[in-house]
């Protein structure tokens, strides 16, 4: 099993940025892939990005591609979701989810572990 702890969130104009961190529990860190979901009220749980467990592979939405990057360091056994470029409709509470196994997926129910959330507020 693995626990994760999102933190980075927070009030931002848009055009600003923020970086996400999400902290996972445990000595196996680089064996889950990792990804991010997003969800504002009233809407499902959307993708957003996605990285494979050694990191050699990434996917991103249409929506935040050019302006979001994932990155993760195994030796702190955590996942980053820079955020540049935030547009108001960005807003969310942004989620970090883990799935066992090397490869990722877009789809918010292959996880099997999640995060607690952060919100994520563009004002206009």
């Known amino acids: 099993q693995v626990q994760l702890v999102e933190s980075g969130g927070g009030l931002v104009q848009a055009g600003g940025s923020l970086r996400l961190s999400c902290a996972g529990s445990?000595?196996?860190?680089?064996?889950?892939?990792m990804g991010w979901f997003r969800q504002a009220p009233g809407t499902e749980r959307d993708f957003v990005a996605a990285?494979?467990?050694?990191?050699?592979?990434?996917s991103y939405s249409n929506f935040v591609k050019g302006r979001f990057t994932i990155s993760r360091e195994n030796a702190k056994n955590t996942v980053y979701l820079q955020m540049n470029s935030l547009k108001p409709e960005d807003t969310a509470v942004y989620y970090c989810?883990?799935?066992?196994?090397?490869?990722?997926?877009?789809?918010?129910?292959?996880?099997?572990?999640w995060g607690q959330g952060t919100q994520v507020t563009v004002s206009s």
């Open positions: 445990g000595r196996t860190f680089s064996t889950y892939a």
């Open positions: 990285i494979s467990g050694v990191g050699s592979s990434t």
């Open positions: 989810a883990a799935v066992r196994g090397p490869s990722y997926y877009t789809l918010a129910y292959r996880y099997d572990y």
